[in-house]
C-alpha cells in the first residue's frame, strides 16, 4: 500500500522559513520522481517542483528560486525547503509520487498523493 505524509507546515511570518518532508512508503521511492503541490481555498492545485529520481529538479518560475526540493533515498523522505515566505504562499501543501514535468496534477495516480500539511504565512 502506497503511504505518503507531510509534515513540517505551520504558521509563520511573512520572510521565514519552513521545510517540509514526506514520508514515504509502499513504492520504490529512489526508482520515483517525487513533487511538491500545494492548493490555495477556492483555487486549483498548482505544481511547485519535481525531482526525478536521478534527482534532477524542477521549479515553477513563479516561485522565484525561493524553495528547494531535495530527497533522501536511504529515509525514503522528500523535502521542501521554503524561504522567504509570502502570505500568498499559504496553502494546503501536498506530495505527490510519479510526476513529471511540465506538473500536472491530473497525471498523478490518486494513490500517490499524501493527505497534505498546511502551510500559513501572516503578513
Known amino acids: 500500500q502506497v503511504l505518503l505524509m507531510e509534515s513540517g507546515g505551520g504558521f509563520v511570518q511573512a520572510g521565514g522559513s519552513l521545510r517540509l518532508s514526506c514520508t514515504a512508503s509502499?513504492?520504490?521511492?529512489?526508482?520515483?520522481?517525487m513533487g511538491w503541490f500545494r492548493q490555495a481555498p477556492g483555487k486549483e492545485r498548482e505544481g511547485l517542483s519535481c525531482?526525478?529520481?536521478?534527482?534532477?529538479?524542477y521549479y515553477a518560475d513563479s516561485l522565484k528560486g525561493r524553495f528547494t526540493i531535495s530527497r533522501d533515498n536511504a529515509k525514503k523522505t522528500l523535502y521542501l525547503q521554503m524561504n522567504s515566505l509570502e502570505p500568498e504562499d499559504t496553502a494546503m501543501y501536498y506530495c505527490?509520487?510519479?510526476?513529471?514535468?511540465?506538473?500536472?496534477?491530473?497525471?498523478?495516480?490518486?494513490?500517490?498523493w499524501g493527505q497534505g500539511t498546511q502551510v500559513t504565512v501572516s503578513s
Open positions: 509502499g513504492f520504490a521511492f529512489a526508482d520515483a520522481n
Open positions: 505527490a509520487g510519479g510526476c513529471s514535468w511540465p506538473l500536472d496534477a491530473n497525471k498523478i495516480p490518486r494513490s500517490y
Open positions: 525531482i526525478t529520481w536521478r534527482a534532477r529538479e
